[in-house]
């Protein structure tokens, strides 16, 4: 059975940082392409980013180029997002999800993890 468990959401300021973990089991980690997305209230889930199992590419929305970075540890079969000057749009609860074919359709999806990011 494969888990995604997020962690490390919050509330945190303006400008503040906040490091979101994903731990994956049941799947061969290092063989998966893991994005993270998010979901504002009243709105559609959307692409935050993503780091191929391949050769470890990162990929960015716009909105977070320069400010969020994301890294895996396939020997913990874990994945992060670290988050640095945060804006109160960045509020929203984050996933983490699993791609075997890296091509944009995730297999896995974590229940989310809640970041609130006050002005």
């Known amino acids: 059975q494969v888990q995604l468990v997020e962690s490390g959401g919050g509330l945190v300021q303006a400008g503040g940082s906040l490091r979101l973990s994903c731990a994956a089991s049941?799947?061969?980690?290092?063989?998966?392409?893991m994005g993270w997305f998010r979901q504002a209230p009243g709105k559609e889930r959307k692409f935050v980013g993503a780091?191929?199992?391949?050769?470890?590419?990162?990929y960015y929305t716009d909105s977070v180029k320069g400010r969020f970075t994301t890294s895996r540890d396939n020997a913990e079969n874990t994945v992060y997002l670290q988050m640095n000057s945060l804006k109160p749009e960045d509020t929203a609860v984050y996933y983490c999800?699993?791609?075997?074919?890296?091509?944009?359709?995730?297999?896995?999806w974590g229940q989310g993890t809640q970041v609130t990011v006050s002005s």
């Open positions: 049941g799947l061969t980690f290092s063989s998966y392409t």
């Open positions: 780091i191929s199992w391949i050769d470890g590419i990162t």
């Open positions: 999800a699993a791609s075997v074919k890296g091509n944009g359709y995730y297999d896995y």
